[in-house]
């Protein structure tokens, strides 16, 4: 796709799939150091699971099953594999990102891991990214590598187009961040399947959930929130360590003014 699709197709929908950003050995090389990382935190004794809380879960069925269901999840990929950090500056992600933002420059606001395993992978209601991370000039981004082939069987990102214009919605907290699933079940959704080595791009204001992993394959992505160097938090930095990092261009503004936050 072009710049000028990609931007079109983003300012409509709110949401960009771009197809094989990763292939080959390259991608196999990034699911192996996935796989080695899993394996170092269990080994380390890290808490990976992620235990999705809140009310919501009585309300989702797997065959009958209400039980919680599993996600393991590692924040600051970055921090742990040099080949993973590597990616943050690809210019085959960060590229489509910079069109989608409106900025040649680009900063890096954090990094994870959410794998969902076979047979139990984790559903989660829509919602927007919004809450967690309120900016300024909303250029905040979503950029998410799939490592596995993605379909609702599987546990694939499901998207309302369109959504990131009405700007942010009330949410639901009970343990979970979520929109009242009466009004926003996840069949209003439209499922976006993806093929491992796929780079799904998306609005912090985008409406957004996942199916559950009721498939025999495990569904792994890697995401990276992105922004301009121009745009701050309005509340305060969750301290992650990279925080800030040019991933692309400059700092046109390299001091922050007093009272923000990076």
Not at 65 to 91: C, G, N, P, Y
Not at 129 to 134: K, R, V
Not at 165 to 187: F, K, S
Request: charged share 25%.
């Amino acid at each position: 796709m072009t710049a000028t699709e990609i931007k079109s197709f983003f300012g409509k929908n709110g949401y960009i799939k771009i197809e094989r950003v990763l292939a080959g050995e390259r991608l196999q090389q990034i699911q192996d150091e996935v796989d080695l990382m899993i394996e170092r935190s269990q080994k380390a004794g890290r808490r990976l699971e992620a235990h999705w809380g809140g009310s919501w879960r009585e309300q989702v069925k797997v065959d009958g099953d209400k039980q919680a269901r599993s996600v393991l999840s590692i924040h600051r990929i970055h921090e742990h594999s040099a080949t993973l950090a590597q990616l943050m500056f690809e210019s085959n992600i960060t590229d489509p990102v910079a069109t989608v933002v409106g900025s040649e420059n680009l900063q890096l606001h954090h990094t994870l891991m959410h794998a969902k395993p076979p047979k139990i992978g984790a559903a989660f209601p829509l919602h927007q990214d919004y809450d967690y991370f309120p900016h300024k000039l909303d250029t905040m981004v979503a950029a998410t590598l799939y490592l596995d082939d993605s379909e609702v069987d599987n546990g694939c990102l499901h998207i309302i187009p369109g959504s990131h214009t009405r700007g942010y919605i009330e949410h639901v907290h009970d343990g979970a961040h979520h929109l009242p699933m009466d009004e926003y079940p996840i069949e209003r959704a439209t499922s976006v399947p993806m093929r491992a080595g796929d780079l799904l791009i998306f609005s912090y204001y985008t409406i957004h959930g996942s199916s559950p992993n009721i498939s025999d394959q495990w569904r792994r992505m890697l995401l990276f929130e992105f922004r301009s160097p121009l745009d701050c938090r309005m509340t305060e930095p969750d301290g992650s360590a990279g925080q800030g990092i040019i991933v692309r261009g400059v700092h046109p503004n390299p001091v922050p003014k007093e009272g923000e936050n990076y």
